[in-house]
């Protein structure tokens, strides 16, 4: 950030008064502007003994696989986030179930959340950002080809709880490795 | 929003290309905007048969009480937000423990997050945005000076889960009450 989106001044990067971090603050207004983490939510769309991916047409990951999940938008739920970002990658429509997995990956300050959900039909589609959708059976996972740490880690969960019978809810915090 | 806060320039809402809903986008560099709900996080922080609420200092609210949370920062995890504001408002140590509420809050753009937690001493104090701190049994509880309806309800809950003795997770979704 250079500028103030509220006024068009320089901000310079300080300690307001009373905080205790560095923010990017105007010069000229005065306005503080604050940084927060953003969520990206999806789902698990099931049907029958398969789920449904997709395969990424765009970057970061271009042509691997994920579960559909993008950036909750302002003024929806997150339950609506997550049947929206079905829609638009997978042209699929879903009803939303239970929060399954809620993974902190706080080095790219993003909390990732995904939801079980069922596929009420088999009309789906590859959306402008997938190269391919489809159902797999767990044998069938493509599981070298993942996207995304929190996808592989809640796909992990999602197959061990399977195997016991019950689905609980999973929060977890993905840290980075260490060096 | 009115400026790039990349370059400067002015800003237009409109609706990018591929996109479906329209973000600030600037003139100059075609940055596009994104504004995405932020989390608010926080603490039930428990002693014995007491939890710990703060008097608000600072509007919103101000006079009212509620449990310490407050926005989550850029790097953190949501536990450790939770435990970071109730050092902040209330000077206490806690050790967080499971999330209990997660309360999407659309028409204000916000999720809020309350952790059930245990107070480690007896040793809190006002923050700067706190008038007073204290410790309340059920029966003490302030109920008509309770600052958000989301604390209200992540208080209602945890004394109906307390009577089953066991505490669940419990996702809603706080909708404007209609006119």
Redesign the interface.
Known sequence: ????????A??ILKVPA?D??PR?VCERCATV???????VVGAIPEWEDKILLCRRAIEPRAGLWTLPAG??????????AAARETL?EACARVEIG??FT?I?V??I?Q?HILYRARLLDLDFAAG?ESLEVGLFDEAAIPWKDIAFRTIGLTLRQYYADRKTGRFD?H?S?LLLPPK
Do not use: S
């Open positions: 950030m250079n500028y103030c989106g509220h006024c068009g320089p901000v009373g205790t971090l990017y502007h604050y940084l927060n983490p953003k969520m950036f909750m938008e302002n003024a929806e739920t997150t339950a609506q638009e239970e929060m809620f902190n706080p080095h300050n909390v402008e809810f929060a915090d």
